[in-house]
């Protein structure tokens, strides 16, 4: 077992871990293209940022101006069982208070639950390629994760999955769509693959970019049955929160009153719950920018087809570029001021994920990539 070492004391528990790596910041981009301070305040506003899934159109007005209204009330702590928010989330979701976990970003809330029924001797099963951090979390929970490989490298192969459950398995994770492969499985999909599993397995459905998908599939937290299913969700991508940071669960109350005894204090901070609040208010403006984004996504995967380099649709706010040289494209698109996520960290070396920014943050990324591939020739 591979130890870490610090003061002289052996750090057992960091064994195989390791830390879960953002999208590049800006400034960051701009730092390690040698550029002093004085001249990254002057690039940071011409440069373009695809690198994280975040909402271009930033938060809904109302959820602004909720934020500026508690800023008076910040001596205070927060509610710590989020009581409005959970109101909020009951009457959209049609279900009870007792239904909801808040978390700090949906996040927080995957890797409680994994912890609350994860541990020594215990397995996790996910997808190969799927949002990273189910393998960080089971690996901190002490548990050992069971990464199954995809369809064709994108999609879960939900047969493979359902063979790999057995007496060990405490948790199974699904991210729908997924990230940051962005392929999607239907209701009858899913539905079918709960129907296999024992009845007590914890079965997560991370559905992150749900509200992008509104339409393809049926409501999951209606629509799916099995006793173990938790269904998470973020404030983070559709409704433009990322930097508050708050999702949310949805399962049997008795399950998530297990989960709540491992979560922090206060863990969603006062200007989260103000803004999450006001955002599910402002819905009709948050859906209008769904389905923007959705057409750019369209468009963006036409202009890649064309250029031979779309590997798959993606059914996020994400697209992909497909490579043979990743990782020297996004160094070459940094210098052009375009900031994108290569996938080497998910065993996907030829694998670029995109975001899908503002049409003109898109057509900076289409006008930077055409001028790298003409620099190839």
């Not at 001596?75 to 009581?83: A, L």
């Not at 052009?336 to 503002?358: F, H, N």
Request: net charge negative; aromatic share 6%; hydrophobic share 45%.
């Amino acid at each position: 077992m591979t130890t870490i070492d610090w003061m002289g004391k052996t750090v057992s528990q960091a064994a195989g871990l390791h830390a879960y790596v953002p999208g590049k910041p800006i400034a960051q981009m701009l730092r390690e293209l040698g550029l002093a301070e004085s001249e990254i305040e002057k690039q940071v506003a011409s440069t373009v940022k695809l690198a994280s899934n975040e909402n271009p159109n930033g938060p809904p007005p109302k959820a602004i101006l909720a934020m500026q209204q508690v800023a008076s009330e910040v001596h205070r702590y927060p509610d710590g069982d989020c009581f409005a928010l959970k109101q909020s989330l009951a009457k959209l979701h049609g279900i009870s208070n007792k239904q909801l976990l808040i978390g700090n970003g949906s996040n927080e809330v995957l890797e409680l639950i994994i912890r609350a029924f994860a541990g020594s001797g215990d397995e996790v099963v996910y997808s190969q390629r799927a949002f990273i951090v189910y393998a960080l979390a089971t690996t901190a929970a002490g548990a050992t994760g069971i990464a199954v490989p995809e369809i064709d490298g994108l999609g879960h192969d939900l047969v493979a999955m359902a063979e790999a459950v057995n007496a060990k398995t405490k948790v199974v994770c699904i991210a729908n769509p997924n990230n940051p492969t962005g392929s999607l499985l239907s209701t009858e999909e899913l539905q079918d693959f709960l129907d296999a599993l024992p009845r007590d397995v914890v079965v997560i459905l991370d559905e992150a970019y749900y509200e992008y998908v509104r339409f393809e599939v049926a409501d999951s937290i209606a629509a799916l049955r099995h006793p173990g299913l938790v269904i998470s969700r973020t404030f983070s991508k559709a409704y433009g929160l990322a930097g508050c940071r708050v999702g949310y669960a949805v399962a049997d109350a008795a399950l998530l009153s297990a989960v709540n005894r491992f979560r922090e204090p206060f863990n969603v901070n006062m200007f989260a719950q103000a803004a999450a609040i006001a955002a599910l208010e402002d819905r009709d403006w948050v859906m209008a920018k769904v389905d923007a984004c959705v057409a750019e996504r369209a468009r963006l995967e036409d202009a890649l087809n064309k250029r031979g380099c779309l590997p798959a649709n993606s059914f996020g706010n994400f697209v992909l570029l497909q490579d043979k040289h990743a990782l020297e494209l996004v160094k070459a698109m940094e210098k052009r001021g375009v900031i994108l996520r290569p996938l080497a960290p998910y065993g996907m070396a030829d694998m670029i994920r995109v975001s899908v920014g503002s049409k003109a943050e898109n057509d900076k990324f289409l006008s930077a990539l055409d001028a790298e591939l003409l620099a190839r020739q």
